[in-house]
């Protein structure tokens, strides 16, 4: 079949993946070819076993494999077939040079960008999908548009806002699609043309267009005001825990208020995932290049916050314990940075895991999706760390389970059960305030949660 149009996606992780398949899945007479370095992963995209797990992706792959959609490992050959081709390759904090712990390293992008001109036979947008420093756009048509071979690249602007483990949905029904571009004409044009893809599914006026580089600040803002009621609830629960209110309590009054809205205000051992952290540091170091030192301290901030929250859980699973976890064996219930994910990029159980091993505890971890995960962040200490899928035989002889993730099985077990397999006094931290205490207390459990009174029974 003749397909109306062609787009490439360079970079098929969770991003690149599931955008596409949308795309696809809507818009059946475009054809859509995803692409990957990573042979692995492609094979896994073909596979009955995805590469990622996110609930309602298989269905809407299923629905356009085949069809028109496609993933090939083949960058170069596919390059000249794409009328638009999105850039979806990580964008990690550079870990040397100038900007290293902060600034995004672009080394990647760029090499895709050159890889683009170099192959590309005809007029091509070039779709920014991976979230960039503001400016980035311009650097790359600079590159695109060196040494002319008579091609037209436009650069288009057009962050991703899901969230993993609900991308699907945010996908279908998304809040709002942004696209930037430029304002002269062709810049409109190519504007438009994006605009009608996503208008095959999405209501229009929930498409926004703005010029690039509000496009590309708005992506980082965005995250940095999410992660910001994150840490902003967490401070509080610092404050609850040293006085007699309770978070919950404290948040649900707050979110009452129109204006401040009840999402996004659940207090936590911390939030993780590759985007908030990445993000802000991002957005820090961008302030700091312009000289807005206060703005920078201001956004950094909220990692710190988060850092702070990480470490006071961990103080209070040593404090609770009674000052020495050398030889005590914890189970850890989650790995995920949240649930129905397997992901666990910066994950607050990677830094608490960390914290504890260094106190000389015995950790097993139990995770629904993330055990593989797990243990790829944890190779370098993997004989001191178990795993159990099976959340019971990871509670046998311990003296402390935690929360560290919100999967719903975790709310379902049987919690007399699990006490009577563990070591006496038998303690829970619900780093995730999901669990029932007051009747974790009644079978006996010491119950440590956050932003909330601890039950001590013995
Ligand atoms: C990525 C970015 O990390 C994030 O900043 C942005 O907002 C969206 O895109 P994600 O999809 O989660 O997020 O990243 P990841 O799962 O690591 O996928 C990137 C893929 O690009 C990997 O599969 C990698 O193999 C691939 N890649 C990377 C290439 O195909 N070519 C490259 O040159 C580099
Ligand atoms: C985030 C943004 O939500 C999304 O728009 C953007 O495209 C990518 O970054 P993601 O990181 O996938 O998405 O998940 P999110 O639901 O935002 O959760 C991030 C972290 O915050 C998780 O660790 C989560 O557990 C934590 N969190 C979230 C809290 O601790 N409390 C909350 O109230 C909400």
């Known amino acids: 079949m003749a397909f109306k149009q062609t787009i490439l996606c360079i970079g098929a992780g969770y991003v690149g993946g599931p955008t596409m398949s949308m795309i696809a899945k809507n818009c059946p007479d475009t054809q859509v070819i995803v692409v990957d370095l990573n042979e692995a992963r492609i094979k896994a995209w073909q596979s009955e076993t995805l590469p990622i797990y996110e609930p309602g992706l298989r269905e809407v792959v299923d629905e356009a494999i085949g069809r028109n959609l496609f993933f090939s490992t083949d960058v170069i050959a596919n390059i000249p077939k794409a009328d638009i081709i999105f850039v979806s390759v990580n964008t990690p904090t550079k870990t040397y040079g100038q900007g290293a712990g902060r600034a995004a390293d672009l080394q990647y992008w760029e090499a895709v960008a050159r890889t683009i001109k170099e192959h590309a036979t005809s007029d091509t947008i070039v779709v920014e ?138 207090s936590s051992v911390g939030f993780g995932g590759s985007c908030f952290k990445k993000d802000i540091l991002n957005l820090v170091y961008l302030c700091e290049h312009y000289g807005l030192t206060e703005v920078a301290a201001y956004w950094e901030q909220v990692v710190l916050m988060n850092e702070y929250q990480m470490n006071r859980f961990v103080d209070k699973i040593v404090s609770g314990l009674f000052n020495t976890l050398v030889n005590k064996r914890i189970a850890l219930f989650g790995f995920a940075f949240k649930a129905n994910t397997g992901d666990t990029r910066e994950s607050p159980a990677i830094t608490v895991t960390r914290r504890l091993l260094e106190e000389r505890a015995n950790v097993v971890i139990s995770d629904p999706q993330a055990i593989p995960e797990a243990k790829h962040d944890l190779a370098d200490v993997i004989d001191q760390v178990e795993f159990s899928e099976d959340p019971y035989e990871a509670a046998k002889g311990a003296h402390a389970v935690c929360i560290m993730t919100e999967w719903e099985q975790f709310k379902d077990l049987d919690y007399q059960r699990i006490y009577d397999a563990m070591l006496k006094p038998a303690s829970i931290f619900d780093g995730r305030n999901i669990l029932d205490h007051a009747a974790l207390g009644e079978i006996g459990f010491n119950v440590y949660p956050v932003g909330k009174h601890a039950i001590v029974n013995g």
């Open 129 to 266: 999908k991976s979230t960039l420093p503001v400016r980035t756009a311009e650097a790359i048509e600079r590159i695109l548009h060196a040494s002319q071979n008579g091609v037209h690249f436009d650069v288009l602007s057009n962050p991703e806002f899901l969230a993993e483990g609900t991308a699907i949905h945010d996908l279908e029904n998304p809040d709002r699609v942004l696209i930037g571009g430029r304002e002269d004409e062709q810049g409109q044009k190519a504007i438009q043309t994006l605009v009608d893809i996503y208008a095959e599914w999405v209501p229009r006026e929930k498409i926004l267009t703005t010029n690039v580089w509000s496009a590309e600040l708005s992506k980082l803002t965005a995250n940095a005001f999410l992660a910001q009621r994150i840490s902003s609830i967490n401070a509080i629960s610092a404050l609850c825990e040293a006085t007699e209110a309770d978070v919950d309590e404290v948040a649900h009054a707050i979110g009452t208020d129109s204006r401040i809205g009840p999402k996004f205000l659940r």
